[in-house]
């Protein structure tokens, strides 16, 4: 039966560096050996006690034969560990004072904020207003495009009876200069039975003159003059019969022929079509 030879145990002054936790840095201990167990009969090291560590340990067939161990000594100050020591918990978190930053007299901010937010309203209004001014004046008519626009025609060139064709703004304009018995046959007729009721006057600025537009109201044909059972215009397209005074009275157009925007200038002996 094998028996424990000797066994021998000391403490070494800490003659070497000493980490702060309190354990000894020194390269030839064995550190990976497990530290002896406390008072308390725990199996394990306490967390606020220090470790006492095995430099040497012989072994043989028979079990232990002699194992050395020391306990180097902190050499700072060295405190056990406390049940908690945790901070504080606070039940509200506590809010910055924002009073140094605060404006003494808030009313006269506000009136700054008015004024700047007028006037920037105000800037604001009158830049959008000069570019939809520039845009809108984009997209006016050109200078050739409104010389289009307007057709002049000298009266003394058209004799009494007969018409004159003029173009105005790609379509035909019939100007007639009607005879005294034409005028008289233009207000005779009842016009109130017509398909499309015009009385005379009202599609005339002057008797003499007759302006209406070229193109028949069925489907857009140039009708011919001084032709048709009236004495006016016919279209022979579709046979639509126009009086003297371009109102429909045979055919399938539904409505007279149109009258253009016009002024006459007897005095001066001109006609301006647009």
């Known amino acids: 039966m094998a028996t424990l030879a000797a066994k021998k145990a000391f403490t070494i002054?800490?003659?070497?560096?000493?980490?702060?936790?309190?354990?000894?840095?020194?390269?030839?201990?064995?550190?990976?050996?497990?530290?002896?167990?406390?008072?308390?009969?725990?199996?394990?090291?306490?967390?606020?006690?220090?470790?006492?560590w095995a430099s040497s340990t012989t072994l043989s067939s028979a079990g232990l034969v002699s194992r050395t161990a020391f306990t180097a000594r902190p050499t700072g100050h060295f405190q056990q560990r406390l049940l908690?020591?945790?901070?504080?918990?606070?039940?509200?978190?506590?809010?910055?004072?924002?009073?140094?930053?605060?404006?003494?007299?808030?009313?006269?901010n506000r009136t700054f904020?008015?004024?700047?937010?007028?006037?920037?309203?105000?800037?604001?209004?009158?830049?959008?207003?000069?570019?939809?001014?520039?845009?809108?004046v984009t997209m006016s008519a050109s200078a050739d495009v409104l010389a289009l626009a307007k057709v002049e025609v000298e009266?003394?060139?058209?004799?009494?009876?007969k018409n004159v064709i003029i173009k105005w703004r790609g379509k035909p304009v019939f100007v007639r200069h009607r005879?005294?018995?034409?005028?008289?046959?233009?207000?005779?007729?009842?016009?109130?039975?017509?398909?499309?009721?015009?009385?005379?006057?009202?599609r005339v600025k002057n008797p003499e003159w007759l302006v209406?537009?070229?193109v028949c109201t069925h489907l857009g044909c140039v009708p011919i003059g001084e032709a048709g059972d009236y004495g006016g215009w016919f279209c022979?397209?579709?046979?639509?019969?126009?009086?003297?005074?371009?109102?429909?009275?045979?055919?399938?157009?539904?409505?007279?022929?149109?009258?253009?925007?016009?002024?006459?200038?007897?005095?001066?002996?001109?006609?301006?079509?647009g």
Request: charged share 20%; hydrophobic share 35%.
């Open 212 to 214: 209406m537009l070229g």
């Open 84 to 108: 908690s020591t945790s901070a504080a918990v606070k039940d509200a978190p506590q809010v910055p004072d924002f009073s140094h930053y605060r404006a003494p007299n808030t009313d006269k």
């Open 13 to 52: 002054a800490p003659t070497v560096r000493t980490l702060a936790s309190g354990v000894p840095h020194a390269p030839a201990l064995n550190l990976a050996a497990k530290p002896l167990a406390d008072g308390h009969g725990h199996g394990t090291s306490r967390a606020d006690k220090p470790s006492a």
């Open 236 to 273: 022979p397209c579709h046979g639509s019969h126009y009086d003297i005074s371009g109102r429909i009275r045979k055919g399938p157009a539904p409505t007279n022929l149109e009258i253009p925007t016009y002024d006459l200038n007897e005095a001066e002996g001109k006609l301006v079509v």
């Open 155 to 161: 009266l003394g060139s058209i004799p009494e009876g």
């Open 113 to 136: 904020s008015y004024f700047m937010v007028g006037s920037l309203g105000v800037l604001s209004a009158s830049m959008a207003k000069s570019s939809v001014s520039e845009f809108l």
């Open 179 to 202: 005879t005294a018995s034409e005028i008289e046959e233009a207000n005779r007729e009842d016009w109130k039975s017509l398909r499309d009721p015009e009385a005379d006057s009202a």
